[in-house]
């Protein structure tokens, strides 16, 4: 059984950086993504990574300032983040799917394990 802790949230000043890291156990790592889920809405996927083919997807709210990374030796991933503003605000959760796709998938019902969540406040 695959078991993901996240870690790396808290709270930040609007223009700040944060560096969210999700920790796996059980198996190794296949496909990643990150989502992130705001009161009132909808999870939501902020940055996904397919291993088989290196492709990356980023919300476009996110892209130039956020970025996906997996480091094997450690079996975790990391989402780091820059420029961060108020929207960006929420429960960040990590995720992994086990079949590899060519495409980075990136919507909620594509991952079957996920973490628990971390917080992330930005104030401005």
């Known amino acids: 059984q695959l078991q993901l802790v996240e870690s790396g949230g808290g709270p930040v000043q609007s223009g700040g950086s944060l560096r969210l890291s999700c920790a796996a156990s059980?198996?190794?790592?296949?496909?990643i993504g990150w989502f992130r889920q705001a009161p009132g809405k909808e999870r939501e996927g902020v940055s996904c990574?397919?291993?088989?083919?290196?492709?990356?997807y980023y919300h476009d709210s996110v892209k130039g300032r956020f970025t996906i990374s997996r480091d094997a030796t450690k079996n975790t991933f990391y989402l780091q983040m820059n420029s961060l503003e108020t929207e960006d605000a929420g429960v960040y959760f990590c995720?992994?799917?086990?079949?590899?796709?060519?495409?980075?998938?990136?919507?909620?019902?594509?991952?079957?394990?996920w973490g628990r969540g971390t917080q992330v406040t930005v104030s401005s």
């Open positions: 995720a992994v799917r086990h079949q590899l796709a060519f495409d980075a998938l990136c919507s909620v019902e594509d991952y079957e394990y």
């Open positions: 059980g198996f190794p790592l296949a496909d």
């Open positions: 990574h397919a291993k088989l083919t290196n492709r990356t």
